[in-house]
C-alpha cells in the first residue's frame, strides 16, 4: 500500500490504525525533482 501524507505525526497516526489489524513496515521516500538540480 502506499500511503501520501504531508506530515510525519499524520503518517504515525495513520499506522497507529493500521497496526490494530497487524504488524507494518514503513519506508520514507524523499525526492526532489531533477530540474532542480544542477549537474555539477
Known sequence: MKVL???S???TSFL???N???FSTT???L???F???SIV
Request: net charge negative; with cysteine; charged share 35%.
Open 20 to 22: 490494530t489489524f497487524g
Open 31 to 33: 525526492s526532489t525533482r
Open 9 to 11: 505525526e499524520s503518517l
Open 16 to 18: 497507529d490504525t493500521c
Open 35 to 37: 530540474e532542480d538540480k
Open 27 to 29: 519506508l520514507i521516500v
Open 5 to 7: 501524507t504531508e506530515t
